[in-house]
């Protein structure tokens, strides 16, 4: 079983749709969490931190779930330019801040 | 403020040869952790290194090696290669202590033949 597993995708959705992805981890002893966006042949850059009382910044709200060891991402009115692969991302303290990766959802927005 | 930079961007070797991928971390960085990256799946985590030392390694065997020099930078070899090694090598970057937002270079391109 893998540490981060999350939905396989790929998700294509109309623009101005809403969208969900999750993620669960393996590893109880994580503390921190985030969202990173990857364009097609791009670096990963993060899109936002994951916290236990949730976050939101602007269309992008994420939440923790430290006893199901959950995380989501939901994204509100899909525009064209939300188009990427999103990776839930979670880092062990205990470890020298080792960050592990999931695989990746794939979301296309069409017009 | 230069980001973290990595070359070369793109390399072409056969099997059985050996490839140094070079990075340098973000102004302010000492870690530096090297991930690869096959199409269609997520970073993994090859190794880390702070203070010129491989603190936490993936699954990856020992062809995989790497070095941090006292500048910060780093180098990633890959001995042997197979076909498989083919993917996208990324180096990223944090402050030590700092368990926030990971820096990520462009990548390292890296076909096998």
């Known amino acids: 079983r893998k540490e981060v597993e999350q939905d396989p995708g790929p998700f294509n959705v109309p623009e101005g749709a809403t969208v969900a992805f999750n993620c669960t981890y393996s590893n109880s002893a994580s503390q921190s969490f985030f969202w990173y966006r990857q364009d097609c042949r791009k670096e990963p850059k993060l899109l936002m931190s994951v916290y236990s009382s949730g976050n939101e910044d602007g269309r992008f709200t994420a939440q923790l779930n430290r006893a199901s060891q959950y995380i989501s991402l939901l994204i509100r009115d899909s525009k064209l330019s939300d188009s990427a692969t999103y990776l839930c991302?979670?880092?062990?303290?205990?470890?020298?801040?080792?960050?592990?990766f999931g695989d990746g959802t794939t979301l296309t927005v069409k017009p | 403020d230069a980001g973290v930079t990595q070359s070369p961007t793109h390399l072409i070797k056969t099997r059985g040869q050996q490839v140094t991928l070079r990075c340098s971390p973000k102004?302010?960085?000492?870690?530096v952790s090297w991930y690869q990256q096959a199409l269609g799946q997520g970073p993994q985590f090859i190794f880390q290194?702070?203070?010129?030392?491989?603190?936490q390694r993936g699954n990856f065997p020992d062809r995989f090696s790497g070095h941090q020099f006292p500048n910060y930078s780093s180098e990633l070899n890959v001995n042997a290669l197979l076909l498989g090694d083919s993917a996208l090598y990324l180096c990223a970057s944090r402050r030590t202590g700092n368990t926030g937002e990971l820096f990520f270079g462009e990548g390292s391109r890296l076909t096998v033949l």
């Open positions: 102004s302010g960085h000492d870690t």
């Open positions: 290194y702070y203070e010129e030392e491989e603190r």
């Open positions: 991302v979670v880092t062990n303290n205990t470890n020298a801040g080792k960050s592990t």
